[in-house]
């Protein structure tokens, strides 16, 4: 079989209930292109019976091709090993629960067709999420604007296509803790977006519970900032000013008398606030140096239990250690 011209990409963790309408709505729309495609659903440790659901659709449709994972290893580990085996030209990222409108995919593909190579979908309405969730969300897109160096695009999320020169290009990034947007805008080409209605999910609960969510921004902004490093350096340069400056000023209300410092509690103070900035900052080195010691481990992104039939070109870039490169 050659290679398909499209490649779409859904990470799956127990949407089961979600799967045969995820499966329709997008061979639906991708029938409409008039080319090959296929589908990878990777099933990132799901409990629920999705893995059986498919490895059945798989079995009726060969251009379904699931690749199941040992255990639960996160959303944007599952979509990276989607991209290490997808064949396509292009390659959409799409989410399994129907938030991102298989349909839009069309929209995506217009524009890859005009000569873009990264497409990514703006939010420009969402829908069925909670006040939290879009606050949170808006709070993070800017913030991460404002740390990084890098210009993500605000409010998108992962659902893009992306050309397979960018595939390459991302999938030859080694990185442990991946934040795809961040990477997806690090890397350049011609990119545009497109505007779409986020819809609510179809079935079932969300995936990201809060410790996941903030996982996902430590990551994007460790990947992508040295800023939070730089706040103790900042904090430093001030405090010392500040005391350089105190000097004087103590020693001459002392030697006029004009008043007298008392000081036992200013002192506890003082002594409490630089003691918990200086944990702080250890505390953010900390997050540093964990993450550059899983990269120097250099363990493989993820494991793959069962891997699809028929490989092809599937190639299992993330899975090899970097001694066998
Ligand atoms: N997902 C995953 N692994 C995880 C968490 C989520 O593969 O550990 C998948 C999930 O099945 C869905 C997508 O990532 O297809 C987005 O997750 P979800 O819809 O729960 O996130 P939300 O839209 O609420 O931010
Ligand atoms: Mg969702």
Do not use: C
């Amino acid at each position: 079989m050659s290679n398909p011209v499209f490649t779409v990409i859904a990470p799956i963790f127990n949407e089961l209930e979600n799967l045969p309408l995820l499966y329709q709505r997008v061979s639906n729309a991708m029938e409409k292109t008039g080319e090959s495609w296929e589908l990878i659903l990777v099933d990132d440790g799901s409990k629920d019976g999705s893995t059986e659901l498919m490895r059945q659709m798989a079995a009726e449709d060969d251009r379904v091709r699931p690749v199941i994972f040992a255990r639960n290893f996160g959303h944007q580990i599952a979509v990276t090993a989607g991209m290490d085996y997808s064949r396509g030209d292009a390659v959409i990222i799409i989410d399994a629960d129907l938030q991102d409108p298989p349909e839009v995919m069309l929209e995506l593909i217009e524009k890859w067709r005009e000569g873009y190579q990264v497409v990514y979908a703006v939010r420009k309405e969402r829908a069925g999420e909670s006040a939290f969730k879009l606050k949170t969300a808006a709070l993070f897109y800017r913030l991460i604007n404002k740390l990084t160096d890098v210009d993500i695009p605000l409010d998108t999320g992962d659902f893009r296509l992306l050309d397979r020169k960018v595939v390459n290009v991302m999938n030859s990034m080694p990185e442990k803790h991946r934040f795809l947007r961040g990477m997806g805008a690090w890397v350049g080409f011609k990119q545009i977006g497109v505007e779409y209605k986020r819809d609510a999910r179809h079935a079932g609960v969300t995936k990201y519970p809060l410790k996941k969510m903030l996982k996902l921004a430590a990551n994007a902004v460790t990947s992508f900032s040295y800023v939070p490093l730089q706040v103790a350096t900042w904090i430093g340069f001030i405090a010392a000013a500040l005391s350089i400056l105190a000097i004087p000023i103590v020693a001459l209300l002392r030697l006029t008398r004009i008043a007298q410092l008392t000081g036992q509690a200013t002192t506890l103070i003082i002594v409490l606030f630089f003691g918990g900035v200086q944990l702080i900052s250890l505390g953010i080195i900390g997050e540093y140096i964990g993450r550059i010691y899983d990269e120097v481990k250099g363990r493989p992104l993820y494991i793959v239990a069962e891997a699809p039939a028929a490989d092809s070109a599937g190639v299992e870039q993330h899975q090899n250690l970097p001694h066998s490169k």
